[in-house]
DNA sequence: CGGCATCCTGTATGATACTG
DNA sequence: CAGTATCATACAGGATGCCG
């Protein structure tokens, strides 16, 4: 497959794309409300059941099902620690895979800052720079790849 | 609310963001597998009803569902058109806001490329320059921003 | 503190058939 | 071509309570 989004090469054929798309892949992976949440928490830095429950807004059955889910995909893991002299506890921690997850959950919030009237919009900003940040598409030359530029091949 | 993500500054307090968090409102108003799927064929080419419904490979109940309720946030746009001596056809178009999740369906192309075993990858390339392509933050001074150097204020 | 079990509701989606 | 109608299934998520 050849496409240029919103240029003169359209898809060709009308077969549905699959099972294999790594768009519905992610999708099926992590495309519930309660995966995003609670990697937005992870990203604001959580790392205890507790913190992830409570500041998510999910149920504690609803977090510890997704947690669990999380984990097995090897999205975060659950690593016990014990702080000197105290009792042992358990740590969610971000791998690299939860990590490059980043882009998805920020580009969210960029959209809804800039398209839906509901939402309180959020900041964010270089910590080197203090410049404003957004989430695109990009070439390695740094080229900015606007949506008419974009070609996808497969 | 100021956060550094994976840095010193971690989020205080364990309120729940709420209903206003623009990631959730997000989740909330697109994140559903359908309408992942239908955007993504937007981006392909796809306009008509049944072009939509056959690439997506969702029903005809689910994709007219979901593609009526896209119309309604004005992700799409509804509009009729007939060319010279057919009949009256309709057409789904990506408005501005549709065109803005551009970022938020191929981040998630490009995580299942690189973490999802299942996924058979895309390649997404300029085609300026026909570099390839990712989905990343930058600031406006032109710096990659990785996780620890993003702020998050609201 | 860090969960799991149970029950319940709402919704997303599929399958199938039918209509203008 | 562009849907609508109906039925059935699966799962997300809330509410509540229990447990080590």
Known sequence: MHV???GRL???G???LGEHCPIDVAVQAVGTRSAILLLREAYYGATRFDDFA???GLTEATTAGRLKALVEQGVLEKLPYQEPG???RYEYKLTASGEALMPVVFALAQWSNEHQAAAAPI???HSGCDAPVTIKAECSEGHAVEMDQLIVTS
């Open 14 to 16: 009308n077969e549905p």
């Open 10 to 12: 359209a898809r060709r």
């Open 4 to 6: 240029q989004l919103a």
């Open 123 to 125: 900041k964010l900003s």
């Open 54 to 56: 409570a500041r998510s």
């Open 86 to 88: 105290q009792r042992k």
